[in-house]
């Protein structure tokens, strides 16, 4: 979805006509044209999206190209919006990508197929909708938006509710309105073709729906969107384009509106986009400079290809932000002030994630410059890690020699605490990753052991983990002791790993995959299988250490006929362990992505894992012989429970273990 | 028995408790716990503590009476001598008037202590009795348990006690006095209470043994006054407990060791043997069956520390031994396991025996 | 058909078999008349609960028999809701307040006043108070016990309290002195072997002597333990033969293969491994503290004299970190990995001594 700032300032843009529009817009041709194409103009500092303002296939007389360019007031974004494919700064297979996707299923209209819907994600201002807006005009169709209505509240003026009726005086007009206007929009952009009026080209009867903004009814009742969506799916004649930006501070907004399953479900398709890549990012926002010189005459300074580099790598990847930079920095009477822009001269900051995204096994030097320290005083964006790199960060540790001179020595029986100077600031790290400290604890924890080799150091990265813990433990004053917590863990395991402890004798670990923490599923299983535990049986009286530790075992082994089929399967599920199976079974590894923006979706992890451990319950019981929990097995059957030796199971199980790392 | 009612301030429930055992009380006649039947009726009465009978016998033969600060362990008859105090200068009739009780278990936060307090200071009391006899012409209140009263409360106190000095005389009582704030402990004169000696301990308990017709034997009574450490109170009440436990039968030492929680001594002492020259396995096996047992971890831990500390180890041993003694009981008190904290104490002083060897 | 645990539970306390001297005492009590608050503690499956039963029944007949589970909802003044799970019979109510984590306060409060405060519906029992039975008084919050103690002495005409716990180490001073505290220490090995006996006997089943002493040892002496393995004994083999393998749960089997993976290897591969099963472990309700305590026991007997000592010191220390921290895994694995560390060193050291 768009970032707070662009909603807003596009939802007040649309204030006033907005709400009836998605519907009846089309009644109206000559109003909906300065709305969606040209309003820039009227309303330059609210419109802020980047190359949004591709021209309306309905409106966009080719005149009005020049037009605007002429205004020197309006907002470089809006001038040099894309206007074809080769001005699109996305990666050209990306783009592609979308046309297939539109011209396939714009053409299978004919045929009546359902509604097909696609979902396009990445970060803000990587040219989502700027792709969507020139595709959909190269292939002749017009693009019906939606955008959220206004809730009455906050309206002062009358005009709207005459709009409906005005002698009925209906109030509360609740966030499920929202829902039911959005529903209706779709139905109608659905069913009505485009009124033909005159003058109107007649090919344009193709047309794609657009869907950037979405109610917010559906971030608390994601199912309500499902619903729609499968209704649209069953009656829908257009294709359907969903928009949801990605960011990394956990907005989890695709994941949370579009689950895997209702993706799979309703044959959603998926297309990521990155960000902007530096080199066309650069080309241009030379252009972009070259034009405005050309056109400007003087009233503008052209900064010099250093300042467009910085710009560049300061917006990682965000072409919209990039641009305003670079307005911003051109105006005359801001450029003497130069320096703001350079506050660390001489060190070029790589954008950390597209540094990571370009080549993983980077050089020295080029790590060299992704010091976290330095950022742009203005315009820049935070340079946030994403959590796979800031693990990676960690985890890695890279360092670098001491110049001989500076190097402090420690006492000969120290020594073996000698480290050579840390490239990274642990605290920095863990901050840019937007996590809390005990989050980002955890997944070190689950992910340390395969940077360790040595026993030892191992037992001290773990001892420093758990201070962490215990330093945190204090309810009263965890809030201060949290980033103590975070910085003994971070630099704990840092200083622990004395494989890595030189930069010279840094072996490559090589890559290896990371992992979601296991904890948080394990301690709600584990809390959740004793609350059950006990309110099954109650009847027993017994509290709840002997109860889960005496009785349901042995009532596991024992078969007795008097538990209800609630009981019986809690026994099935808890009471057993999979002595004789693979024991990692239950806990699949869920690799992190090098996007993942690090928050646990547990209602779908739990979920998926409820299944697989349904499934691995299942195996585990086929294929041990004469399962010992079948509670109506006879009472004469002798309960066997296999016991394999402890060496073979062991075996067994490391083999499989391997096997599963190498495959994630 | 019914000293379970009462615990550390025995006098504190007992605007409660008549108010409560009026309905049931007319159905039944309740035993009276006999920390309450035996506590003493008069100053005189008072065991073992001199200086503090003195001063009140005075103010009994009309001098002024002084803020006062009793401290001590508890069960050494701090409460008992002041209520005894106040119950023969007022007389029957006139101390329920007179005497403002408030413990740790009322509500006693700065606006109790400015309003019940203050309210009661400010009632000016004649100088007579209603039987004639002349009376000091001021009501006390005593607070019990002060050391309870948070910094705040005490602060708003001292104030109060000044203005008041013509009317009301205070009773602070603690178990420690630094806990007191200093303005207050100035204001007050202090006395401390002394654990009891044993032979007084034992001359009471003999005193109740007879009038409450308990047969006894020697060791019981000397058991008694061993487990009670001076708490003539808690000793007391074991008595009462044992009695009721054990019907018409003699009281017998086993039997007082067990209500109290013990553990005997034998068995400490054969852990101990064991650390000193056993091997790992037998204490794991020891410290199982002591826990087995059901005894408390506390409760070993404190017998533990007596023993070592008169055990014949050198000064650098003991100090290895209760330096860990210190963190098992903060462990313990955190909640940690006992049986694996008793075996790292146990562990500690094996391997501290061992260095001596 | 219920388990032999609940079906030869005795029921009244001249039934109990052993610790006889003590329910003598218990009878005793009840004839005085007056009753104080009792504080009953020992270890797991020495018997409390059966004790605490009998005891109910001498005090009030056999309708102590007739329970009802109810769920309550009690309201905390902040207005949050509490939902707690009670056992209750006409004459006493049974409740675990630790059950409601840190409100254990409000529900020990509102609910020894709701019993406090309803009067005795039948003034044919002799008893002018009814009793509330609080399980796991040790894991009170610190809050809640002092609240008990003034609620203790607040509703004594109407209402007498049983508190059952493992340890008193975690009861606070003011508590105890408050009760007449009763121990009940585990049975001894000859006496789990009599009550087994006695059961098979009532079973119509034939118990070899060997047998019994081997479970009753296996039980480490816990007898509800010792029942349900002398149940399962007889789910697995009948006729019992004296050399018969005692089956083990399930969880103490995995644990034992746990702790031969440590002892086997030490790597940071293992480690993983390791972790993976003690996740196992923790799904499936093995508190934290039993495993680290399994755990122990089992490496101890894998290592050396001095080792040994160590190892206590180690464990002791994590146990301790796991009872306060948040995340029981950090410390479980922090044993691990330290063990791993100082038995590597061990054996390497070892090895050394032999080749030179």
């Not at chain 1, 299942?618 to 060496?647: H, K």
């Not at chain 2, 055992?21 to 006999?34: D, H, L, M, T, V």
Request: include cysteine; aromatic fraction near 6%.
């Amino acid at each position: 979805m768009m970032s707070k700032l662009s909603l807003g300032g596009k939802a007040s843009a649309s204030k006033l006509s907005s709400w009836v529009e998605p519907a009846f817009g089309e009644l109206f041709p000559g109003r909906r044209g300065p709305r969606s194409g040209g309003d820039s103009g009227d309303k330059p500092a609210k419109r802020r999206r980047v190359k949004s303002s591709a021209p309306n296939p309905e409106s966009g007389s080719p005149s009005r190209r020049q037009a605007p360019r002429g205004e020197p007031d309006e907002p470089w974004v809006e001038r040099y919006a894309p206007r074809s494919q080769a001005e699109l700064a996305v990666h050209k297979k990306k783009v592609e990508e979308v046309e297939t996707w539109l011209t396939t299923h714009l053409d299978t209209k004919a045929s009546f197929k359902g509604g097909t819907v696609l979902l396009l994600t990445g970060p803000s201002g990587c040219g989502k909708t700027a792709t969507v807006q020139v595709l959909a005009k190269e292939l002749d169709c017009r693009v019906q938006e939606w955008c959220n209505p206004n809730l009455p509240e906050y309206r002062t003026d009358d005009s709207f509710r005459q709009m409906f009726d005005p002698d009925s005086r209906f109030n509360g007009f609740q966030s499920t309105s929202q829902t039911g206007a959005f529903q209706d929009f779709l139905l109608r952009a659905n069913k009505y073709n485009h009124l033909q009026m005159k003058g109107d080209s007649q090919a344009s009867d193709r047309k794609v729906i657009l869907v950037e903004d979405f109610p917010n009814q559906f971030y608390r009742q994601p199912g309500c969107l499902h619903d729609i969506l499968r209704s649209f799916a069953r009656t829908g004649r257009c294709p359907l384009v969903f928009i949801v930006s990605d960011s990394q501070s956990g907005d989890r907004g695709s994941r949370l509106l579009f689950p895997k399953d209702v993706q799979d479900e309703l044959a959603i398709s998926n297309i990521s986009f990155n960000p902007v890549a530096p080199t066309s990012m650069m080309k241009l926002l030379s252009r972009i400079v070259t034009m405005e010189a050309g056109t400007s005459g003087g009233r503008v300074s052209i900064p010099d290809k250093s300042v467009l580099e910085q710009l560049c790598s300061g917006s990682s990847g965000d072409v919209r932000s990039a641009i305003n930079s670079l307005q911003f920095s051109s105006l005359n009477d801001l450029s003497l002030d130069k320096s703001l822009w350079t506050l660390k001269k001489g060190k070029i900051p790589a954008p950390s994630r597209k540094g990571f995204m370009k080549a993983k096994g980077k050089s020295k030097s080029s790590q060299n410059t992704d010091m976290l320290g330095d950022s742009q005083a203005i315009g820049g964006k935070d340079a946030s890690l994403f959590l796979f790199r800031a693990l990676g960060k960690i985890l890695y540790c890279k360092r670098e020699t001491f110049e001989a001179a500076e190097a402090p020595r420690l006492p000969a029986h120290l020594s073996e605490h000698q480290r050579d100077k840390l490239l990274l600031d642990p605290e920095l790290v863990v901050e840019r990753s937007h996590m809390s400290g005990e989050l980002f604890s955890l997944y070190l924890q689950q992910n340390y052991t395969d940077f360790f080799s040595d026993v030892d150091d191992i037992a001290r990265a773990s001892e420093y983990l758990s201070d962490a813990d215990f330093l945190t433990a204090e309810w009263s004053s965890r809030t201060t002791m949290l980033e103590y917590g975070t910085s003994v863990a971070t630099r704990g395991l840092i200083h622990s790993n004395s494989a890595r402890a030189k930069a010279d004798s840094q072996s490559s670990v090589g890559f290896r995959p990371l992992h979601k923490p296991h904890w948080l599923l394990v301690s709600k299983k584990h809390k959740e299988n004793c609350h059950a535990a006990q309110s099954l049986f109650i009847s027993f009286c017994l509290n709840p250490v002997s109860l889960q530790t005496e009785l349901l075992p042995y009532l596991a082994k024992l078969s007795n006929p008097m538990r209800n089929p609630a009981q019986i399967a809690f026994i099935q599920d808890v009471a057993h362990l999979p002595l004789n199976i693979f024991s990692g079974s239950r806990l699949r590894l869920e690799a992190l992505t090098d996007k993942d923006p690090g928050l646990i979706d547990t209602d779908s992890e739990n979920e998926e894992t409820l299944q697989s451990e349904a499934t691995a319950e299942n195996e585990g019981l086929s294929t041990e012989p004469g399962p010992a929990s079948s509670p109506d097995a006879g009472v004469d059957l002798p309960m066997s429970q296999p016991q394999p030796t402890t060496t073979e199971a062991l075996l067994e199980e490391e083999d499989l273990l391997i096997e599963e790392y190498e495959s994630d | 028995m019914q000293a379970f009612l009462k615990g550390s301030s025995s006098q504190s429930t007992k605007p409660q408790k008549i108010k409560a055992a009026g309905p049931s009380g007319e159905k039944k006649q309740r035993p009276i716990p006999w920390v309450e039947k035996y506590r003493p009726k008069c100053v005189d009465e008072v065991a073992f503590q001199e200086e503090v009978v003195a001063v009140l016998k005075k103010s009994l033969e009309g001098a002024d009476l002084p803020n006062l600060l009793f401290y001590g362990p508890p069960g050494t008859g701090k409460t008992s001598t002041i209520l005894a105090a106040a119950r023969e200068l007022y007389g029957p009739e006139l101390f329920r008037q007179r005497v403002l009780e408030l413990n740790a278990s009322d509500e006693r936060g700065i606006q109790v202590v400015r309003e019940k307090v203050k309210n009661f200071a400010q009632l000016t009391v004649a100088g007579s009795r209603a039987d004639g006899k002349p009376c000091p012409p001021f009501k006390i209140i005593i607070l019990d348990e002060a050391d309870s009263m948070t910094n705040a409360a005490q602060a708003a106190l001292r104030r109060t006690m000044e203005k008041e000095s013509r009317t009301t005389r205070f009773c602070l009582i603690c178990n420690y006095v630094s806990r007191i704030i200093e303005p207050l402990t100035s204001r007050c004169s202090k006395f401390r209470f002394r654990p009891l000696a044993n032979d007084v301990q034992e001359e009471r308990l003999l005193n109740i043994c007879e009038k409450e017709n308990i047969k006894y034997t020697k060791e019981a009574i000397q058991a008694l006054v061993k487990v009670s450490d001076g708490d003539l109170r808690k000793a007391i009440t074991f008595l009462q407990s044992v009695a009721r436990l054990n019907g018409e039968k003699e009281i017998t030492e086993s039997a007082v060791i067990e209500i109290a929680g013990v553990v005997p001594s034998k068995l400490v002492d054969g852990l101990l043997q064991i650390c000193y020259k056993g091997t790992f396995d037998k204490m794991e096996i020891a410290v199982k069956s002591l826990i087995d047992e059901g005894y408390a971890a506390t409760q070993v831990l404190n017998q533990i520390h007596d023993a070592i500390i008169d055990a014949s180890l050198n000064d650098k041993q003991k100090s290895a031994i209760t330096d860990k003694m210190a963190e098992v009981d903060k462990c313990l008190a955190d909640g940690a396991d006992e049986y694996l904290q008793l075996m790292s104490l146990c562990a500690v002083i094996m391997q501290q025996a061992s260095q001596s060897s | 058909m219920s388990l032999w645990v609940d079906k030869y539970r005795p029921t009244s306390l001249g039934k109990l078999d052993y610790h006889r001297e003590q329910a003598n005492q218990l009878k005793n009590l009840v004839q005085c008349g007056d009753f104080p608050h009792l504080l009953v503690y020992g270890p797991s499956g020495a018997g409390k609960k059966t004790r605490i039963v009998c005891l109910l029944r001498e005090l009030y007949g056999a309708g102590v028999e007739k329970l009802r589970i109810e769920h309550q909802s009690i309201t905390a003044p902040s207005k949050k809701k509490i939902e707690i799970d009670t056992i209750a019979s006409n004459y006493h109510l049974e409740v675990n307040p630790s059950d409601a984590g840190n409100s254990d306060r409000v529900v020990i409060q509102e609910l020894i006043k709701t019993v406090a405060q309803s009067q005795q519906i039948q003034s044919s029992t002799q008893r002018e108070f009814k009793v509330v039975l609080l399980t796991e008084v040790d894991r009170l919050t610190k809050d809640a016990q002092h609240a008990l103690r003034r609620t203790m002495e607040k509703y004594m005409s109407t209402c007498r309290l049983i508190l059952c716990c493992n340890s008193t180490s975690k009861v606070i001073a003011p508590i105890r002195s408050r009760c007449l505290a009763v121990r009940v220490p585990l049975p001894s090995v000859e006496e789990v072997c009599s009550v087994l006996a006695n059961v098979c006997k009532k079973e119509g089943l034939q118990l070899p002597p060997e047998l019994a002493r081997q479970i009753a040892e296996k039980s480490g002496r816990n007898l509800r333990k010792a029942l349900l393995m002398c149940e399962a004994c007889r789910v697995q083999q009948y006729p019992f033969s004296g050399e018969q393998e005692i089956p083990e749960t399930d969880w103490e089997v995995y644990l034992k293969e746990t702790a031969n993976a440590i002892v086997s290897q030490q790597s940071p591969q293992r480690l993983l491994e390791v972790r993976a099963r003690l996740y196992e472990l923790l799904t499936h309700c093995i508190p934290p503290e039993i495993i680290i305590k399994g755990l122990v026991t089992e490496l101890l007997s894998n290592c050396d004299g001095h080792l040994k000592a160590e190892v206590a010191q180690m464990a002791a220390f994590y146990e301790h970190r796991l009872q306060l921290g948040n995340k029981a895994i950090y410390h479980l694995e922090a044993f691990v990995a330290k063990f791993m560390a100082i038995y590597k060193k061990f054996m390497e050291d070892g090895l050394d001594n032999f080749m030179f």
